[in-house]
């Protein structure tokens, strides 16, 4: 079974400053995927980033960046230039990649608030 | 917008009656997911479909029942409804295993 931990229930920063959002997980498996979604008070789930885990490279996109490492099944998640439209909730989440099935398994998320 | 749409956005039941939340997926999608997010418990996935057929299920109540037909799209079916089932219930799809989910934008569910 797998399990995602986001240990910081919350988390705040101000405008146009970086802040890295932690998360943990645990697998057996060793051909998995993983992401970070974004919601903000609409409710809506919108995807933000998404690591393959054979891929050595961290993935970016825009301002958002990963810090990922395997071995110690770290997933953060750097925002740069924070903006007040980055303040939502954010769910890391692990997707495994074998067998017919997959589905996400979340963590419990963080609540980002952007502060002026 | 992802691209994934859920009907009704908005629903009021009471306790006991039944209702059924549809999902049509996003165009060239086969897989079909339905997870439900609660206050106190997170989001919790239920089932996940695959062109039709079921591929893996979750923590889904025996009162809950879901299927994805022919032309993909998808319906959850609610009944015997409890105060304990108000909920935001998504639908997602993706391509095929593996590949990244998109979300609707959720069906939030009340019951009274």
């Known amino acids: 079974a797998q399990t995602v931990t986001q240990s910081q229930p919350e988390m705040s920063v101000q405008e146009a400053e970086t802040v890295t959002l932690s998360c943990t997980y645990d697998t057996s498996e060793s051909d998995y995927y993983l992401f970070w979604y974004k919601q903000p008070p609409s409710r809506q789930m919108i995807l933000v980033i998404r690591q393959e885990a054979y891929k050595q490279q961290n993935a970016t996109e825009n301002r958002f960046s990963v810090n990922f490492q395997k071995a110690a099944k770290s997933f953060s998640l750097k925002i740069s230039d924070s903006q007040l439209g980055d303040a939502a909730m954010y769910f890391c989440a692990s997707m495994l990649a074998t067998g017919t099935a997959s589905k996400l398994t979340f963590g419990t998320g963080t609540r980002l608030q952007v502060t002026l | 917008d992802s691209g994934v749409t859920q009907t009704p956005k908005h629903l009021i039941t009471a306790t006991g009656q039944r209702v059924t939340l549809r999902c049509s997926p996003r165009s060239g999608d086969l897989s079909v997911y339905w997870y439900q997010q609660s206050l106190d418990q997170g989001l919790q996935f239920l089932i996940q479909?695959?062109?039709?057929?079921?591929?893996a299920k979750g923590n889904i109540l025996e009162r809950f029942s879901a299927q994805q037909f022919p032309d993909l799209h998808s319906e959850l079916n609610l009944s015997s409804l409890e105060l304990g089932d108000s909920a935001l219930y998504f639908c997602a799809s993706s391509v095929g295993w593996g590949d990244t989910i998109y979300f609707g934008e959720g069906s939030w569910l009340t019951v009274v």
């Open positions: 479909y695959y062109n039709g057929e079921e591929r």
